[in-house]
């Protein structure tokens, strides 16, 4: 009797748009065919070798990979299933099979599932690859769930056993993961979701004692489970294996066990962990076990993953690993970078070259585009958690974003990451051997390219060879080591050292003292240049320094400034790689050394400024990317405590930023006074944020109610001098009916029960709390100082007050200063609905202007007799107290509040003092030619002041050297010091005339002169 047809076998439209490369051996493409046909008869299927558009696909498979072939002959239903379910819904099956599977099935059993999962997956994967049906990032991600839900199954499985055993006591048997302290941490590839073909998978296995305690076997059980672990993984039987694991990234792997218990690694990445530890860090993931316990141990070595301060160190370690890679392993060939063009175009000589070639650790391989992306990871990372991506392309389009690599840097180091992870896939499939090596054979090259889907073996090596010298010349730009003047260094030894400095500029006088210097270097006396490394280093850089020194008017001077900043270094290794990898920074230091000896010290006491001296032009340290990084820290910050060391590392960082910026002429005052002052609004912002959240953590919240700050002097004006503190006012407000804070009825897990208190006093805590965090010192100081002398009753009031108590007491008792003070207040930090009530009441505050000749007679004698006074008090030391001279920027100042208090038209009002001044005679309160000289003075003024702050720091100088000197001229292009002090008197002599004009004496009147006594001296707000 007749068998009944079987149905015609359709195939997955996703098979249909694929393009799939020729058989390389037609003979057995032929064999694969014909085998097929035989394998579909015995399980009772139609004919797939006789379908059409299956045709291309069996001789892609047949005639390429032996492997693929035989897992498709190997089992036929299943293979029958991908073709017509396309690789998609196969793939899905059986990574959900695999979550599926209850842990409490039979060893032997488990096995065989991972085992049949693993074959039927890999022919899934790889059909998908080839016919480019699957992007690389859909294929790379693929065998990385497989292998991450094989490892689960496993660990459930094995977890599930030992309590069932009695060695463990699980909390949850159900869900054997949750809670129970043991972590499958995944590393390199399959951390980063980047598993290729035929990879090992590279794994840490880690456990939480404290989720066992009292069980003094835990060791034991988890290194035997371990053991099961590989075991259920690598052992090969009837049905093949799953992952070969690697366990050797495990902390110091030749004295530890198979698994390390949390504290022991913590204790090691703190004390030991090396670079290449950090950067395989980088991609860690906790894929199996208790994957919140992984992810708490992770948290838990951030510090040293991702560091604080910018480490270019790692450059150098990473290029010391690729250079030991190169001499212990064959490699290839090792003259990628000088091969020339007509070379590479050869298609015969480019063949030859790549023969034997290894496309993942040779020259222009896979493994350089991976230190490229994860030393720039790692040097800056730590400062932008928006670089942290471990996947290799991820990676490099966030580099390309922020700057640290161009465009044409990241495309090509991408297309040849592509292209050679899809030769490495074409490599491994073909026999499922972990290879990383080109075939070595002219005919074996000629099948690779084949499967590679090149027209010949000539193009594609050409093409190859091509994207990868570009690749290696990127890879050279950032690892290679500047030797060009290693021949030339100084040594004090030599016989030509004194001549060779004299020959750099150094004064014969000075030789003897600079050698001197040069000596305690070669030694081991400073602790940043006794490791041999440090000490070549410096050798390398010593031309450059010296040649930049040798330039300067007391080069003497800045050699022993440079000795006292090495001096003080901690880690020599980390601060000299840093001037190697960024020269431009050796003629910015020195330039510090030369005219700024203060803010040389506070170089040499806080290494962390040197951060901002980085891409000082738009880059990686620009004002935009700083904030935005304040921003993000503090968005992640759980308490003030955590975020306040970053956040004094930035401010910091940035202030040394603008500081130098402007010693070089290429900021102007005004901008840098804007990027201050948006810098100390960001973090204040944050730190109110971060705050608020703990305060409420504590002490819960009151219904209705807020909290806002008020900047006011420079900060509220954005002029933020160099070392300005911070003129605050905190103000709050909360419903009338509402007397003290709602607190939830738990207990956190620390124990925190939290407590009401009553209105006013949580608010003042808060106040307290914020102000403590902005100047709670640390090792580059505090954030900020603050001054609270401007809020109402100045230091006798409270911390904060609130918005009623405000109101009363500027319409009722508020002195002729601080209205004047409240000219420049700016509401900078609150909700927004607390924030418009406020400006409304600084504006009620400030009033309406004189509107009587009384008033306004009062108001001029009110400001005029406080100037008075502060110059009797406090007067000028000398010609460079640019502050309190007379005719200088106080009286500027003056004259802009006075007026403002003046005019009853209240828009030509403005925190800003020029801002103000153009708006007053707009309104014709003051004089065209009087607004430009005022103008032209506040600027003048401010920017003199600001360098000398940079120079001298706030203590005004009597004298200034002649180095800084060449500073202040050059701002001003005076030829000489006289020509700046005959401007500055010049510029005194009109500004005291405007004022004596606009702000002219008067009648004392007693009432008033009472009132005036009790103005502060201080005057923080002017």
């Not at 904030?627 to 910091?652: K, N, Y």
């Amino acid at each position: 009797m007749d068998q009944p047809a079987l149905p015609p076998f359709v195939p997955h439209p996703s098979w249909r748009g694929c393009t799939w490369p020729h058989a390389a051996d037609t003979r057995a493409a032929r064999i694969v065919r014909e085998n097929l046909t035989d394998a579909c008869a015995r399980a009772g299927l139609p004919d797939i070798a006789a379908v059409p558009e299956l045709g291309a696909l069996l001789d892609a498979m047949g005639g390429n990979s032996p492997y693929l072939s035989d897992l498709a002959l190997r089992d036929t239903l299943a293979f029958a299933d991908l073709l017509t379910d396309g690789a998609d819904a196969c793939v899905r099956r059986i990574l959900s099979g695999l979550d599926a599977l209850p842990p409490d099935t039979a060893r032997a059993d488990v096995m065989a599932a991972l085992r049949v999962a693993k074959r039927q997956a890999a022919l899934a994967i790889a059909l998908a690859d080839i016919g480019g049906a699957w992007t690389l990032e859909q294929v790379t991600l693929a065998l990385s769930q497989l292998a991450e839900n094989a490892l689960g199954a496993a660990v459930r499985h094995l977890l599930l056993h030992a309590h069932d055993t009695g060695r463990l006591r699980l909390r949850n048997p159900e869900t054997p993961c949750r809670g129970s302290g043991f972590v499958v941490l995944a590393m390199g590839k399959l951390g980063a979701r980047e598993l290729n073909y035929s990879s090992d998978i590279d794994l840490i296995i880690l456990y939480d004692p404290d989720r066992h305690p009292g069980n003094g076997e835990l060791r034991h059980t988890f290194v035997r489970m371990t053991s099961d672990l590989v075991t259920l993984m690598e052992a090969r039987d009837a049905n093949g294996y799953v992952f070969r694991m690697d366990l050797r990234l495990r902390p110091d792997p030749s004295a530890t066990p198979a698994a390390v218990s949390f504290p022991a690694a913590i204790q090691y990445y703190e004390s030991m962990g090396r670079t290449w530890e950090r950067a395989a860090m980088t991609k860690a993931r906790p894929v199996a076990g208790d994957i919140t316990a992984g992810r708490r141990f992770l948290k838990s070595i951030h510090p040293f993953v991702w560091r604080r301060h910018l480490d270019f160190a790692v450059i150098d370690d990473l290029h010391d690993m690729k250079a030991r890679i190169d001499r212990h392993r064959n490699a290839g060939h090792a003259n990628l970078s000088s091969l020339p063009p007509e070379f590479i175009h050869d298609p015969d000589a480019a063949t030859g070259w790549l023969l034997g070639q290894n496309v993942k650790l040779g020259q222009g391989g896979i493994r350089e585009v991976e230190f490229v992306a994860q030393a720039l990871q790692l040097v800056w990372g730590g400062r932008r958690p928006e670089l942290r991506d471990p996947t290799t392309l991820g990676a490099l389009r966030r580099l390309r974003r922020a700057g640290l690599l161009t465009r044409e840097q990241s495309a090509i180091l991408a297309r040849n990451y592509r292209m050679l992870r899809q030769a490495e896939h074409r490599l491994q499939m073909r026999m499922d051997h972990q290879t990383h090596t080109l075939p070595d054979t002219q005919d074996g090259f000629a099948r690779f390219a084949i499967f590679m889907l090149a027209p010949d073996c000539g193009q594609l090596a050409s093409s190859m060879l091509s994207v990868m010298q570009r690749s290696r010349r990127n890879f050279d730009l950032q690892f290679a080591e500047n030797d060009a003047q290693a021949d030339i260094t100084i040594a004090p030894e030599d016989a030509d050292a004194a001549d060779r400095l004299l020959e750099q500029g150094f004064p014969a006088a000075d030789i003897s003292d600079a050698l001197v210097i040069l000596n305690r270097w070669e030694g081991n006396r400073l602790r940043a240049l006794r490791s041999d490394r440090a000490r070549k280093l410096l050798r390398r850089l010593l031309p450059a320094i010296l040649t930049e020194i040798g330039k300067r008017r007391q080069p003497l001077t800045v050699l022993r400034r440079f000795d006292a900043l090495l001096e003080r270094q901690w880690a020599g290794v980390q601060f000299l790689s840093l001037l190697e990898r960024n020269p431009a920074l050796i003629h910015r230091i020195v330039t510090v050394l030369d005219c700024a000896p203060f803010l040389a010290d506070h170089l040499a006491q806080t290494p962390s400024a040197l951060d901002g001296l980085l891409d000082m032009d738009g880059g990686p340290g620009a004002l935009g990317t700083v904030t935005a990084l304040v921003r993000r820290h503090v968005a992640a910050a759980l308490s003030a405590e955590q975020v306040l060391p970053v956040l004094r590392g930035l401010v910091c960082g940035e202030e040394f930023r603008l500081s130098v910026a402007r010693l070089e002429h290429r900021m102007s005052e005004e901008r840098a006074a804007r990027a201050r002052t948006a810098m100390a609004e960001t973090v204040m912002r944050g730190l109110l944020r971060v705050v608020s959240n703990e305060h409420r953590r504590r002490h819960g919240t009151v219904p209705g109610g807020s909290m806002a700050v008020v900047a006011l002097g420079k900060a509220g004006s954005c002029e933020m001098m160099p070392g300005s503190d911070l003129d605050l006012m905190l103000v709050f407000d909360h419903p009338a009916d509402i007397v003290e804070s709602v607190v939830p009825a738990i207990t956190y897990a620390d124990g925190l029960t939290p407590r009401a208190l009553a209105a006013g006093t949580y608010y003042l805590r808060l106040a307290h709390a914020f102000v403590a965090a902005l100047t709670a010192p640390g090792r580059e100081g505090p954030l900020y100082e603050v001054d609270m002398r401007l809020r109402p009753s100045g230091s006798k009031g409270p911390v904060a007050v609130s918005l009623s108590a405000f109101r009363r007491y500027h319409a009722e008792s508020a002195w002729t200063w601080e209205r004047m003070a409240l000219t420049r207040a700016r509401v900078v930090a609150g909700p927004p609905s607390l924030r418009a009530e406020l400006r409304a009441a600084i504006a009620t505050a400030l009033g309406h202007g004189a509107r009587t000749r009384q008033e306004r007679d009062q108001i001029v004698h009110d400001v005029r007799h406080m100037r008075e006074r502060l110059a009797r008090e406090r007067p000028a030391t000398s010609p460079w107290d640019i502050k309190r001279r007379r005719g200088g920027l106080m009286d500027v100042e003056f004259i802009a509040q006075g007026l403002q208090l003046l005019t009853t038209h209240c828009t030509s009002r403005s925190q800003s003092t020029r801002l103000a001044l153009l708006r007053l005679a707009h309104a014709g309160d003051i004089t065209d030619a009087d607004a430009r000289l005022l103008r032209r003075a506040d600027l003048f003024w401010r920017a003199l002041q600001g360098l000398i702050r940079i120079i001298c720091s706030s203590e005004v100088p009597d004298t200034i050297p002649a180095a800084s000197l060449e500073i202040l001229t050059g701002e001003f292009r005076m030829a000489d010091a006289d020509r700046l002090l005959a401007r500055m008197d010049r510029m005194a002599t009109d500004v005291r005339g405007v004022f004596d004009r606009l702000l002219p004496p008067a009648p004392d009147t007693s009432t008033r002169a009472a009132h005036d006594s009790g103005s502060p001296t201080g005057q923080g707000g002017a």
